[in-house]
């Protein structure tokens, strides 16, 4: 989901393993899951927010009212 997020919204979205100098040296690291989202760490920045939000409405627009 958030792959497609990013694509949506033009942001480059690469898998790939990585290094343990490439992600401290990362300019942000957030944290992705099916039940949680997009989660943000202490190296969060303006992408992250942007994928949080796109995934919140994302989440509201497929979400199934049980009521």
Known sequence: VVED???DNGILFVRLPISQEQF???NEVFITSSSGGVTATQK???ITEELMK???V??????????
Do not use: V, W
Request: glycine content about 4%; overall charge negative.
């Open 5 to 7: 997020i990013a694509k």
């Open 24 to 26: 401290n040296n990362a």
């Open 44 to 46: 969060a920045g303006h």
């Open 54 to 56: 796109a995934y919140e």
């Open 58 to 67: 994302m989440k509201e627009e497929y979400a199934t009212d049980l009521n």
